[in-house]
């Protein structure tokens, strides 16, 4: 892989990304084939801040990382007293770079 693709992706996506999981990430890409990379670079990644701030507004993020069942459920609690709705909104940001990070190992995985 040309380490000008690696550098563009990584500067695209760094802010999707812990910084711990970049170096993993960088390590993928640097053994990765072309075409795979295609498949990589059309994976779509959520954007942490905007999952901040419809966990803030909407309190619905769950359902866009695919958490649907503690979704409903968070729903059906009314947000869980907004106690849930708290928790949530505190650990958003980084539940959307986890959910991320294993976006990506999914798709590297594809043959």
């Known amino acids: 892989m040309e380490k000008s693709k690696i550098d563009m992706f990584i500067g695209l996506n760094a802010e999707n990304f ?5 170096m993993m ?3 993928k890409l640097e053994k990765m084939e072309d075409e795979k990379f295609i498949l990589i670079q059309a994976t779509q990644f959520q954007k942490p801040t905007t999952i901040f701030l419809i966990s803030f507004f ?3 993020e769950r359902f866009w990382l695919d958490d649907v069942l503690l979704g409903i459920i968070k729903l059906l609690t009314f947000y869980g007293f907004f106690i849930w709705w708290l928790v949530d909104l505190i650990s958003a940001k980084d539940r959307t770079k986890k959910y ?12």
């Open 58 to 60: 909407l309190g619905i």
């Open 25 to 27: 990430i960088k390590e």
């Open 18 to 22: 812990h910084t711990h999981d970049l």
């Open 100 to 111: 991320n990070y294993k976006k990506f190992l999914t798709a590297c995985s594809y043959n």
